[in-house]
């Protein structure tokens, strides 16, 4: 299994660029996981999938953010327009539906913005 | 809310030797489990342990155990015989019992590890 794949691993913009994240889970699994990871605050959930659907997406800080998954095996988070204030590690990470699995993380994709 | 505290920021021990790093969890749900998971300078999230709150018996995986105490709310992880490969920043984690919006990971604060030859 080649674990959670998220592409790019760095990414470099300009303020005002649109930013697209991506990911691939494992396959059989049920659940994708968008994280965002800062210094100042640490791990936050930004957006979950169950079965392809969004179920909660309190966490995305405003509209700028955007979180699709149009398959199983495909998930992208969107910045746009982005802001230096976006610059952090955005780990997507996935799980299956039962038990006391914990997450598989991705190797996450450093985004600065600039 | 659950809440997840680290109040060590950072430790350091020498190879070869035990530490513990403490977290302790807020909730009122009576089934969850209990993660440690480590992140070396890679920044992979590795998942080190982890712990079903029904069971009483301390997970243990190799080098790394914990001592969880379910009244107090207490989860710290022990590592013994500390090896150069365990510095990283580690991370408690709590997800509530299966059902519902129960999906969620809540990560504490973290514990920046280092291990001295």
């Known amino acids: 299994d080649a674990g959670v794949i998220q592409s790019p691993r760095h990414e470099v913009t300009e303020m005002g660029q649109e930013v697209t994240l991506r990911c691939k889970p494992i396959?059989?699994?049920?659940?994708l996981f968008w994280y965002r990871q800062t210094m100042m605050r640490g791990l936050e959930l930004l957006i979950y999938?169950?079965?392809?659907?969004?179920?909660?997406d309190s966490g995305m800080p405003e509209d700028r953010f955007s979180a699709k998954m149009p398959n199983a095996s495909f998930s992208t988070l969107k910045i746009q327009p982005s802001e230096p204030r976006d610059s952090a590690v955005y780990f997507c990470?996935?799980?299956?539906?039962?038990?006391?699995?914990?997450?598989?993380f991705g190797s996450g994709t450093r985004l600065t913005v600039v | 809310a659950q809440t997840v505290t680290q109040s060590q920021p950072e430790m350091s021990v020498q190879e070869a030797e035990t530490v513990t790093l403490s977290c302790t969890y807020d909730?009122?749900?009576?089934?969850?489990?209990l993660f440690w998971y480590k992140q070396p300078p890679s920044r992979q999230m590795i998942l080190v342990i982890r712990?079903?709150?029904?069971?009483?018996q301390n997970a243990t995986e190799n080098r790394f155990s914990v001592n969880f105490q379910k009244a107090a709310k207490s989860f710290s992880l022990k590592i013994s015989d500390s090896q150069l490969g365990d510095t990283a920043m580690y991370f408690c984690?709590?997800?509530?019992?299966?059902?519902?919006?129960?999906?969620?990971?809540?990560f504490g604060t973290g514990t920046l590890l280092a291990v001295q030859p």
């Open positions: 990470a996935s799980r299956r539906d039962r038990g006391s699995y914990g997450y598989t």
């Open positions: 396959s059989g699994h049920d659940y």
């Open positions: 999938f169950n079965n392809n659907v969004p179920i909660d």
């Open positions: 909730t009122s749900e009576s089934n969850y489990y």
């Open positions: 712990q079903e709150a029904y069971k009483q």
């Open positions: 984690a709590f997800m509530k019992g299966y059902g519902g919006a129960t999906n969620k990971l809540i």
